[in-house]
């Protein structure tokens, strides 16, 4: 199994940054997709940003062009550079990681830290 944990979570003011990572258990080059996800209160998680093993990436209409995804092999962890916050984005945040072996689907998902952003 893949155990991941979240860090970087906390309070900051509108237009600030915060800078999450996800650190795995295992090495990460085996990694089919990893995730960040956000659930607000009253609302359904959703997909913030994504990157395949390949490195291609993919983000919500809602985060383009100020939020980053990127991975670290040597340190196992991935990183979500988050600039230019606004309240809208306070949620618990959630690492997801895939991983396929001889075609069975293999799913984890981090504990979360809370981002909050005050006005």
């Known amino acids: 199994q893949v155990q991941l944990v979240e860090s970087g979570g906390g309070l900051v003011q509108a237009g600030g940054s915060l800078r999450l990572s996800c650190l795995a258990s295992?090495?990460?080059?085996?990694?089919?997709?990893m995730a960040w996800y956000r659930q607000a209160p009253g609302k359904q998680r959703e997909l913030v940003a994504s990157?395949?093993?390949?490195?291609?990436?993919n983000y919500a209409d809602s985060v383009k062009g100020r939020f980053t995804i990127s991975t670290d092999s040597a340190k196992r962890t991935a990183y979500l550079q988050m600039n230019s916050l606004k309240p809208e984005d306070t949620a618990g945040y959630y690492c997801h990681a895939v991983i396929e072996i001889g075609g069975l689907i293999f799913s984890y998902w981090g504990q979360g830290t809370q981002v909050t952003v005050s006005s």
């Open positions: 990157i395949s093993r390949g490195g291609g990436t």
């Open positions: 295992r090495s990460i080059d085996s990694i089919k997709d």
